[in-house]
């Protein structure tokens, strides 16, 4: 019962413990031996795959990785990046002195004013001509489901308000249609071997997906 779950190396976990993290990522809710009891809200699900090993790791479920917002590739950190690393690593470890930065009552607050940025019609098209299309890629054997759609439309209202407009532009769905729908594409073996993925598909899609700018509101 936190706010912030992080599961490190989620591909560890048994099928039945997967299983069980569906109730509490789609109704922010536990049950256990028939009683069902709330999860705190914010509530918020952070895992960790890891690509290289596969003994004793399962594949996770394609309604575990449609309940995911958005997948990162983190790889290697810059030179640079990791000589901050070595340096904040050469005592003791910098999470001994991490503080609170939010107050965690506001979040929903804050959410609630996400939501109220602006999704022309022009762009909500956008969205769905996007997802739609990978429903009949002839490289997919499952496309995006409409819980894609709506991640990328609340991820863009979310990237719209970090940079500070109360309105989502085409860059907006552009920039995340990659992190949000990738992971929830099932490649057909066949395309697999030929060396594509769901990446580069993605990437196709918003290349060659038109965008009708006729209304957009800027």
Known sequence: FVNILLADEINRATPRTQSALLEAMQEQQVTVD???RALPRPFLVVATQNPIEFEGTFILPEAQLDRFLM??????????????????????????????????SLLPGLQRQVWEVHVDDSIK??????????RGHPELALGGSPRASLA????????AALRGRDHVLPDDVKALALPTLAHRLIMRPEA?????SS????????KNT???LGSVAV
Do not use: C, M, W
């Not at 990446?199 to 918003?206: E, F």
């Open 152 to 159: 990328l439309f609340k991820a863009a209202q979310g990237l």
């Open 34 to 36: 028939g009683v069902t």
């Open 125 to 134: 098209d956008y969205i769905l001509r996007l997802v739609t299309a990978t």
């Open 199 to 206: 990446a580069l598909i993605v990437q196709d899609l918003v």
């Open 210 to 212: 038109a965008l009708d």
């Open 71 to 104: 997948r990162l590739s983190v790889g290697y950190p810059t030179t640079s990046d990791e000589k901050v690393i070595l340096a904040n690593l050469q005592r003791e470890h910098p999470i001994n002195h991490l503080q609170q930065v939010v107050d965690g």
């Open 192 to 196: 697999a071997l030929r060396g594509r």
